[in-house]
């Protein structure tokens, strides 16, 4: 190994590690902001506006006090809040979470098990019956394992347990109370159907042992669909109208789907003045614990409206969508008035902290005597165009702008659109997403082949008729070293003398950025998209979404600095990585091989007669190594994404032995190099080649003229101060 490959070694790992140092540097010294010492315990997530409660320190009594706040709120005329409940607090059951299995005489009409609490009428757990935890061990037999959307969320560092739609507080305006329901346990009952299932849930505000405010609570199941009906009905006690605010957390305790880049986000969709529905703010709980609240505030710009909210995870989202007071269609529910995503705990142990709360304010005041109701519809499922286009709520609401946050910048939605499409025919078709991916390898090269071909024909024939002309190029080099302008012009007339166009050479870098896209496109497919979730190929594959994982180890393997760069630790050997960088440094040799100049050029020396290194030698040896560091990057990548590379990969080396038979055909019947379809100019116009080549050769003609038109200035002027050279 020469010197210069070891500086240049030296330097990238000197790269690497700044890198890695600033990453490990900002961990360390820009840590989540602490929990503030004075916070309480019981602390409901809430951040209303309205003044705090005031506390008397009357304790709970069957039901009969604040449980949330451990006593009642009280005025400074002596007027006590009490909330009467029930007594149970046991978890309620609706719907069924058994998948339909005939083998086993199982038949479930139902998307989802919902598991409710009397404990602020919340949600405990929510199980999907189409979808699985892990992958099961038998294809015919499968084990019990309905997949977890959401679960309860335990505060280590207290007693505190945080559910999913707990009504958390209300604010009467009239009275200025401000009343804690977080804990208070409601009484409970369970109402059934033919085609639904429901838990009703009952608590009455009492304004000294007086009757204010009843509370009805309903979640409602129905067979076959996707939503959870919940609605509140709040009906006026008293005397005198009553105007109040009602603040409920949203869906919490999603589960990380990928250990390397998946997690909970919290998204709300605006809709325009205009009608327009667009993403409105999102963030992950990272993003919400950097604020001192730890919350981040998603109401809506003037003249714009909070249509929904959401919390989601790469595959899987529950939308909360408040419904319009007069069910009128297409109007916008007034009443959601605020939006914000929540971060309760300040531990990095717990990653399923975060949530999204609603705060529901009706547009009137509730007369005495009068019902008022507010509807709710979640959406608890795949986030999915499928599952989408055929919920006609989703296809209104445009749920689709939930799956916004997980699409790449660096690619078009009609690109992503296009391959999901491809994927889903090709797989109609032959029942295979492994395959699939197969086949559209070979569709994506056969629609890019001419543009490969062109670009690497332009690139040898470039790399020839430089080898044919260098010295000539050497020659006006070392006669105007000293006048990098002139040496400029002189080289450019060389080429337009020879009829080679430079930019002929930008044809052999056109299928690579082109394919960039595609690449990005089907990655973001295969990484959100929940169809191909446990999607199997053959044999020990079984999960195109996940590492291919053909031995599982029993512990962990962490590589210092790598590991953060590859999604955390390896846990099992994946040999389709492994395959892919194989494959991928035999395309780089062989490229190097069929681009390397038939007679090797003579080593440069320096101004003592040392020879100097090859740059180009020096730029294929890193090439080298960075085909062989994206083998780690890969390495826990989804075996989808590993077998597309892998096959394109392959097909690639075809296709240039391919060409490069091509291209000795033609070098044998002496057409190959000739430069008559190159760009150059004839009678003032520009002749052959392709589009890029005549635009380039019209702008060397532009250039051209004005240098000659700016010579023919000085001249005019001789005391014209000439500009001196940089260099």
């Known amino acids: 190994m020469d010197a210069q490959t070891k500086r240049t070694l030296a330097a990238t790992a000197l790269c690497m590690l700044l890198l890695f140092g600033w990453m490990k540097i900002q961990s360390i010294y820009n840590p989540p902001p602490p929990?503030?010492?004075?916070?309480?315990?019981?602390?409901s997530g809430s951040t209303d506006t309205s003044p705090p409660?005031?506390?008397?320190?009357?304790?709970?009594?069957?039901?009969?006090?604040?449980?949330?706040?451990?006593?009642?709120?009280?005025?400074?005329?002596?007027?006590?809040?009490?909330?009467?409940?029930?007594?149970?607090?046991?978890?309620?059951?609706?719907?069924?979470?058994?998948q339909t299995n005939p083998r086993q005489s199982v038949v479930n009409p139902y998307k989802f098990a919902v598991a409710v609490s009397p404990v602020g009428a919340s949600v405990d757990t929510v199980h999907l019956t189409d979808h699985r935890s892990h992958v099961a061990k038998s294809r015919k037999n499968p084990d019990h394992a309905p997949y977890e959307l959401l679960r309860p969320v335990n505060d280590p560092f207290g007693d505190r347990v945080y559910r999913s739609f707990v009504t958390e507080r209300i604010w009467l305006d009239e009275y200025e109370k401000h009343i804690d329901l977080s804990r208070v346990a409601w009484s409970a009952r369970k109402e059934t159907d033919a085609k639904s299932e429901s838990a009703v849930f009952t608590a009455t505000i009492r304004l000294a042992n007086q009757p204010l405010l009843r509370l009805t609570k309903t979640y409602r199941i129905t067979a076959d669909s996707p939503l959870i009906d919940i609605s509140y009905d709040i009906e006026n006690l008293s005397i005198k109208p009553v105007k109040i605010r009602l603040t409920e957390s949203g869906p919490t305790g999603f589960k990380k789907e990928d250990q390397r880049y998946d997690h909970a986000r919290a998204v709300s969709?605006?809709?325009?003045?205009?009608?327009?529905?667009?993403?409105?703010?999102?963030?992950?709980?990272?993003?919400?614990?950097?604020?001192?609240?730890?919350?981040?505030?998603?109401?809506?710009?003037?003249?714009a409206h909070i249509l929904w909210s959401a919390v989601s995870n790469k595959y899987f989202a529950c939308i909360v969508a408040p419904q319009p007071e007069d069910s009128a269609k297409g109007k916008i529910p007034q009443y959601f008035t605020k939006v914000y995503a929540k971060s309760r705990i300040d531990s990095d142990e717990v990653e399923p902290d975060l949530t999204v709360v609603q705060v529901y304010s009706p547009t009137r005041a509730i007369e005495p005597g009068e019902n008022r109701t507010l509807k709710v519809e979640a959406y608890c499922g795949p986030k999915s165009d499928r599952v989408f286009d055929a919920l006609p709520l989703a296809t209104d609401l445009h749920f689709t702008v939930a799956m916004a946050p997980d699409r790449s910048g660096c690619t078009f939605d009609i690109i992503s659109n296009g391959m999901l499409w491809l994927l889903a025919f090709i797989h109609g078709i032959v029942g295979n997403y492994g395959l699939s991916i197969i086949f559209l390898v070979i569709a994506v090269r056969a629609l890019l082949h001419p543009i490969s071909k062109k670009g690497q024909i332009n690139m040898m024939r470039m790399q020839k008729?430089?080898?044919?002309?260098?010295?000539?190029?050497?020659?006006?080099?070392?006669?105007?070293?000293?006048?990098?302008?002139?040496?400029?012009?002189?080289?450019?007339?060389?080429?337009?003398?020879?009829?080679?166009?430079?930019?002929?050479?930008?044809?052999?870098?056109?299928?690579?950025?082109?394919?960039?896209?595609?690449?990005?496109?089907?990655?973001?497919?295969?990484?959100?998209?929940?169809?191909?979730?446990?999607?199997?190929?053959?044999?020990?594959?079984?999960?195109?979404?996940?590492?291919?994982?053909?031995?599982?180890?029993?512990?962990?393997?962490?590589?210092?600095?790598?590991?953060?760069?590859?999604?955390?630790?390896?846990?099992?050997?994946?040999?389709?990585?492994?395959?892919?960088?194989?494959?991928?440094?035999?395309?780089?040799?062989?490229?190097?091989?069929?681009?390397?100049?038939?007679?090797?050029?003579?080593?440069?020396?320096?101004?003592?007669?040392n020879p100097l290194p090859d740059q180009m030698?020096?730029?294929?040896?890193?090439?080298?190594?960075?085909?062989?560091?994206?083998?780690?990057?890969?390495?826990?990548?989804?075996?989808?994404?590993?077998?597309?590379?892998?096959?394109?990969?392959?097909?690639?080396?075809?296709?240039?032995?391919?060409?490069?038979?091509?291209?000795?055909?033609?070098?044998?019947?002496?057409?190959?190099?000739?430069?008559?379809?190159?760009?150059?100019?004839?009678n003032g116009k520009p002749k052959g080649g392709g589009w890029l080549q005549r635009k380039f050769a019209e702008m060397q003609k532009i250039a051209e003229e004005q240098r000659i038109a700016q010579n023919q200035g000085r001249g005019a002027n001789p005391g014209a101060k000439r500009k001196k050279n940089r260099f």
């Open 617 to 682: 030698a020096q730029q294929q040896k890193i090439m080298n190594f960075m085909m062989i560091f994206m083998g780690f990057i890969f390495y826990n990548m989804p075996s989808g994404l590993c077998l597309y590379i892998l096959c394109s990969s392959f097909i690639g080396m075809c296709e240039q032995w391919y060409i490069r038979k091509h291209v000795k055909e033609r070098e044998i019947r002496g057409d190959f190099d000739k430069p008559a379809q190159a760009a150059g100019v004839e």
């Open 35 to 43: 929990v503030a010492e004075t916070q309480s315990a019981q602390d």
């Open 269 to 303: 969709a605006v809709i325009n003045g205009d009608g327009r529905i667009k993403l409105g703010e999102h963030a992950v709980r990272s993003d919400v614990r950097k604020t001192p609240e730890r919350e981040r505030d998603f109401t809506a710009p003037e003249g």
């Open 465 to 609: 008729n430089m080898s044919r002309i260098k010295p000539k190029i050497e020659s006006i080099q070392e006669q105007y070293k000293n006048d990098k302008q002139k040496l400029n012009e002189e080289t450019m007339k060389l080429y337009r003398e020879e009829g080679i166009n430079p930019a002929g050479q930008m044809m052999g870098c056109l299928p690579m950025f082109l394919q960039m896209p595609i690449w990005v496109a089907l990655y973001t497919t295969l990484n959100t998209n929940v169809d191909l979730r446990h999607a199997p190929f053959f044999g020990y594959i079984r999960d195109l979404s996940a590492p291919d994982a053909l031995i599982h180890f029993s512990g962990e393997f962490h590589i210092p600095l790598i590991s953060s760069m590859m999604g955390g630790a390896i846990t099992s050997f994946n040999l389709l990585p492994i395959i892919m960088t194989l494959l991928m440094y035999g395309q780089q040799k062989l490229t190097q091989k069929l681009t390397k100049p038939d007679k090797p050029p003579e080593p440069k020396k320096d101004k003592d007669g």
């Open 53 to 98: 409660p005031v506390v008397d320190g009357q304790p709970a009594n069957g039901g009969n006090a604040v449980i949330g706040a451990g006593a009642a709120t009280v005025t400074p005329s002596g007027d006590a809040i009490s909330v009467v409940g029930g007594e149970s607090t046991d978890m309620i059951t609706l719907g069924d979470d058994r």
